[in-house]
């Protein structure tokens, strides 16, 4: 091989070596400054339970991108803990995962990367363990979500039933919820369908839907008072499930709380601890969810009135909006945020919520109001909310 022949093969190489040098600092350079911070409320999940992880994405000064123009992919190292496309853990056995959130740049297509240590422990909770199998007061406890709910088929409120003067007069007990009803006939009876969220005393957060009849159909009118009487329908229950969200920073990212599982109901709950920022209205919770009642004519009689109250009317569940419902067959679903009919109790919510927020709600209204809505467990199942 001539000298120069030698001369052209190496001076080709470091062509090649140039080429890719700068190729290798230009997929560099595309990252530098980007970067991805996971947080957790808690570094541990026990064994069936969940746990909300959270992502900051960084991008350096001058980018034409934005955090949301990036995907993230999760994932675990092992079967202790399992990870969703949204971050959220879930325990399944004893032992440590390290979970990663993978993202990738949109542009050049490269990838970056951060990880968090989760510890996954059996609970060990004999108070939780008794209201998973007992209730107190009509409460029991959600093992795998960490909510409380109440026992629909104990719960003392099934005899006393509902009207609604309860939701007029549950501000003074330091209950402070928005609320909508849908009155229809159906059946031969009337109807009530009514959804609950707010803020339940100083110690929970939550939300509910209860159905309810009684005999005899409203008149054309549909007039009803204060007090007129509705029976539980407890042996003539629904099929429902719904999901609580919380915009707990007031930011506008509402995050998942927990999902009331796919059951039959007259009364459908779930409560939390913890306290809203603003309870009127309280527009920081949005409930999300879905009702499979008897037949068609029975959701069209529902759709009719969620429209009453405000709701707008979407193509289907996947195209949802907030304060909008969707129907399919005897399906209803909905997801509501803003409309509430507790306009007639603003002033004492506002009074009340002043009043807490400034710890003076011991002196005012909490005593009466604790005891005569069973809240004497409350305190007991807030301690219990922070394991």
């Not at 039933?161 to 007990?173: I, K, T």
């Not at 957060?205 to 054309?220: Q, T």
Request: aromatic share 14%.
């Amino acid at each position: 091989m001539s000298r120069k022949t030698v001369s052209a093969v190496i001076a080709t190489a470091m062509v090649l070596l140039m080429m890719l040098s700068v190729i290798t600092v230009g997929a560099a350079a595309a990252l530098q400054g980007y970067s991805i911070k996971l947080d957790a409320p808690r570094r541990y999940v026990h064994v069936g339970t969940y746990l909300q992880l959270t992502s900051e994405i960084t991008v350096p000064e001058g980018s034409q991108l934005k955090a949301e123009d990036f995907t993230i992919e999760w994932s675990s190292d092992n079967e202790h803990c399992s990870v969703n496309k949204n971050g959220l853990v879930y325990g399944v056995t004893p032992g440590y995962s390290v979970i990663t959130a993978t993202v990738t740049e949109p542009e050049s297509g490269e990838k970056f990367s951060a990880t968090i240590k989760i510890s996954c422990s059996t609970a060990v909770d004999a108070v939780n363990d008794f209201l998973r199998n007992n209730t107190v007061m009509g409460y029991r406890f959600n093992g795998s979500e960490k909510f409380y709910y109440y026992d629909q088929d104990t719960a003392w409120q099934k005899v006393t039933g509902f009207m609604n003067a309860f939701d007029y007069v549950s501000p003074y007990l330091t209950l402070n919820y928005d609320y909508v009803r849908v009155n229809y006939n159906y059946g031969g009876k009337a109807r009530l369908v009514q959804l609950w969220k707010g803020q339940y005393g100083i110690a929970f957060y939550g939300s509910e839907i209860g159905y309810y009849y009684r005999d005899g159909e409203l008149a054309e009118n549909r007039e009803v008072n204060a007090f007129t009487p509705y029976k539980c329908a407890d042996t003539d229950k629904l099929k429902m499930q719904t999901t609580l969200y919380w915009d707990k920073d007031r930011n506008g990212d509402y995050q998942y709380q927990f999902t009331v599982p796919y059951d039959d109901y007259w009364w459908c709950t779930g409560f939390r601890g913890g306290h809203l920022y603003n309870t009127e209205p309280c527009d920081e919770l949005r409930m999300e969810g879905f009702v499979d009642f008897h037949d068609e004519e029975e959701a069209n009689a529902v759709a009719k009135g969620l429209e009453e109250c405000g709701f707008k009317r979407a193509e289907s569940s996947s195209t949802l909006e907030l304060d909008s419902y969707s129907q399919d067959g005897a399906r209803i679903s909905f997801c509501w945020q803003n409309i509430s009919e507790a306009q007639n109790t603003v002033v004492v919510k506002s009074t009340l919520n002043a009043l807490i927020t400034t710890g003076s709600i011991a002196m005012v209204f909490m005593p009466l109001g604790f005891f005569f809505m069973t809240f004497l467990t409350m305190p007991v199942i807030f301690l219990l909310m922070l394991f």
